[in-house]
């Protein structure tokens, strides 16, 4: 069984996705591609890399918050950057967020993400363990816009 999970904090849903996707137990969570939005949905940081990179980790740790986990939870990142060389400048703003044993990482440039101010997209899966992990109520698909 796969449950929704679209936790306050992060800006909503605008169409057929949700923020992070549990599996099985909900050990391991599967979170949707975040990109450089605050709560409200707004773009941080237009042609600014390292904002939007912090951006988008954030919401990845909020999201997992939500969930009792933390950005240590992490096994896996697939970065989608419109700009490589400025994506691999900004490697100091993930030691924020990672400590090592680091997760595994896949980075693509793209020619272009859903909104042409954004300059970076990461998908994260994470394992929380059993004695932190909290089940949120799941998120009915009634509340998409």
Sequence with gaps: MVDAI???GVWPPFGAFSMAVLQGDGHV???KG???LDPSGQVVGPGDM???LRQALANIATVLSSLGGQMGDVMS???YATDIERFMAAGDVRREFFAAPYPVTT???VSRLYHPDLLIEIAAVAEIPRDRFR???VSP???LP
């Design 34 to 36: 975040q990109v450089a």
């Design 50 to 52: 390292r904002a939007q």
């Design 77 to 79: 990142l697939v970065h």
């Design 6 to 8: 679209n936790p306050p």
């Design 29 to 31: 969570v599967h979170l």
């Design 107 to 109: 980075t693509v440039q």
């Design 135 to 137: 089940r949120p109520p």
């Design 141 to 143: 698909e009634t509340d």
